[in-house]
């Protein structure tokens, strides 16, 4: 394969609602989508981190500096067999992992595209369906119950909430009391302090499925020492940005379940390999979301086909979070499960809407031409 054209979009897409977690909030979302040719053949990938840098460093800005500056032009025009030779292409270039995996998500579909076959057949998947769960933002009480109630009357297999210090028993204790069986789970996005286990440990009688993430992403000997403390079991998220760093997080005990982000560890390639460390340990693992459009949400689709992610994930249908998706059919979720796809390109792309929508757009080509359009 040679890519010889990258295409970067950017996106505004609105959310049906606003969207709250302890750290940061969202109203309108911003992706990049990146699409990558060799010759006819095209492949899209998404850069799904939010505007600002408050889930992890990275921004919409930042990932289109290091896209058009760094990574574009250490692959254009160069040769690569496997994913695995296209990312060495560019393995100088330190974090910055959803940008990353923007392009990569584009060669893994490219290299679909050549091989006439689903991505989730290219990546290994073994399910044709996988569960879905939905994850609910910060709301006053009300709101918050009649949200769950819909989505557990949807079929969701499991609900997620956010968290945070001053805002958990609150939150959890009346969901609890109306919906005393649902598998539910809480993520505090980083916002406990580690001084503050007795906080957490208050949250044990709940039987919550698992708490994500309630220490500052890089407390791995908190969470170690915290997991130690609580019956809950601690699932990581922003803490693992690497295979090493989940192989490490569960060797120390910071952690008994995994959630694997395609953008926040660097693409599809590294995903899976956090998938098989988990797997390896007999470690659960579920796949994570970054309110993803289409073009991210069917490669979320297709990663939670493979046989170690044995939770439901983040994964819903478009509907939940968009008037109109990117892409053509929508992900759909029936009866708490989304279809994974046969076949390459079951989800297309809309470019005339992606076309109407988009607030910039480059082309950069492998003769080093810059066009913007
Ligand atoms: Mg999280």
Not at 96 to 108: D, I, K, P, Q, Y
Not at 255 to 269: A, E
Request: net charge negative; aromatic share 6%; hydrophobic share 45%.
């Amino acid at each position: 394969m040679r890519i010889d054209s990258i295409e970067l979009w950017e996106v505004p897409m609105r959310l049906r609602q606003p969207f709250q977690a302890s750290t940061h909030a969202a109203e309108e979302l911003r992706h990049v989508l990146v699409r990558a040719c060799d010759g006819d053949l095209c492949g899209w990938g998404e850069v799904t981190t939010p505007t600002d840098p408050y889930y992890l460093g990275e921004t919409t800005e930042s990932a289109w500096h290091v896209l058009r500056d760094f990574l574009a032009p250490a692959v254009l025009g160069r040769p690569w067999r496997s994913i695995e030779e296209l990312v060495a292409l560019y393995a100088a270039v330190k974090d910055n992992t959803f940008a990353r995996a923007g392009l990569e998500m584009a060669a893994w579909n490219l290299l679909a595209a050549a091989r006439g076959c689903s991505l989730a057949a290219l990546l290994g998947g073994t399910r044709d369906r996988v569960e879905a769960g939905v994850s609910i933002g910060m709301a006053d009480r009300e709101a918050l119950l009649a949200t769950v109630a819909r989505h557990r009357d949807e079929g969701y297999r499991r609900v997620k909430v956010k968290i945070g210090p001053g805002a958990d028993e609150a939150v959890l204790g009346p969901i609890r009391e109306r919906f005393p069986d649902l598998p539910l789970m809480a993520d505090a996005n980083g916002a406990y302090d580690p001084a503050a286990a007795g906080d957490v440990a208050r949250l044990d009688r709940f039987g919550l499925t698992m708490i994500e993430q309630p220490l500052p992403w890089d407390a791995l000997l908190g969470h170690a020492r915290l997991q130690a403390a609580i019956a809950t079991p601690v699932c990581l998220d922003e803490s693992i940005r690497t295979a090493a760093q989940a192989a490490d997080a569960i060797e120390l005990g910071a952690c008994r379940v995994v959630n694997v982000k395609i953008g926040r560890v660097g693409g599809l390639l590294e995903a899976r390999r956090v998938h098989d460390v988990c797997a390896a340990r007999g470690v659960p693992a579920w796949v994570g979301g970054m309110h993803d459009y289409g073009v991210s949400r069917a490669a979320c689709v297709a990663l939670a086909s493979l046989p170690g992610f044995t939770l439901p994930g983040d994964v819903s249908g478009s509907r939940k979070y968009f008037e109109e998706d990117v892409v053509e059919p929508e992900i759909e979720a029936v009866g708490g499960l989304i279809a994974v796809p046969a076949s390459h390109g079951a989800h297309a792309v809309r470019e005339s809407m992606v076309r109407r929508l988009a607030t910039r757009r480059l082309r950069l080509t492998a003769d080093g031409s810059e066009q913007s359009q």
